[in-house]
Nanobody
Framework: QVQLVESGGGLVQAGGSLRLSCAAS????????MAWFRQPPGKEREFVAT????????YYVDSVKGRFTISRDNAKAMVYLQMNSLKPEDTAVYYC???????????????WGQGTQVTVSS
């Protein structure tokens, strides 16, 4: 079992940047594929990005390509989401997720954090 805690959310103006962090504990971090999802107000939770065990491969939803970067530091058991050129439509609760398997945009990740709020003002 692994526990996940997100941080770094907040209020930012359109065009600005935020860096989200997800701290993992409980198991060997490198055994997990990591992902970020988000849930805008009144909408379903949606896939944002994922990164494989060693960080060799990343995959993003089209709406964030070129703006967001997912990364991980296995020595620190951390995964990050650097968000640049933020838009109001990026406003959502952002969730960190983990699974021992590669699931891509599949929502069936075994472990989830509690989320961190990101609000982008126009």
């Amino acid at each position: 079992q692994v526990q996940l805690v997100e941080s770094g959310g907040g209020l930012v103006q359109a065009g600005g940047s935020l860096r989200l962090s997800c701290a993992a504990s409980g198991r060997t971090f490198s055994q997990y594929v990591m992902a970020w999802f988000r849930q805008p107000p009144g909408k379903e939770r949606e896939f944002v990005a994922t990164i494989t065990w060693s960080g060799a491969r990343t995959y993003y939803v089209d709406s964030v390509k070129g703006r967001f970067t997912i990364s991980r530091d296995n020595a620190k058991a951390m995964v990050y989401l650097q968000m640049n050129s933020l838009k109001p439509e990026d406003t959502a609760v952002y969730y960190c997720a983990a699974d021992e398997r590669y699931l891509g945009r599949n929502r069936e990740y075994a472990y989830w954090g509690q989320g961190t709020q990101v609000t982008v003002s126009s």
